[in-house]
């Protein structure tokens, strides 16, 4: 007797097989951990194919840029972003 191994469980296998994020909803978020924690599969690794060093440089670079900056240039920097969001969220209620 032959068994045949139908398409769902294939498609669990390839699940879990991938590289994803932790789900937003909480139902699945539960799901992913548990199986994280029974061994199903192994939590995702976030620095994954990333240079170690551009990482830890890149976390050093604001702080420079904050010593480099003067307070009124960064709040000049805050004033624009904020214009830039709010505007952003005008044009979108108009929709």
Do not use: H
């Amino acid at each position: 007797m032959k068994i045949n191994i139908g398409a769902s469980y294939k498609k669990v296998v390839y699940l879990c097989s991938m590289k994803r994020k932790r789900p937003r909803d909480p139902v699945q978020r539960a799901v992913f951990i548990a199986q994280i924690a029974t061994g199903e599969i192994t939590e995702p690794n976030p620095y994954e194919g990333k240079n170690m060093a551009a990482v830890q440089l890149g976390s050093l670079g604001g702080k420079a840029r904050k010593k480099k900056l003067s307070a009124k240039k960064r709040k000049k920097i805050a004033i624009k972003a904020v214009k830039i969001r709010w505007n952003a969220v005008k044009k979108a209620k108009k929709k």
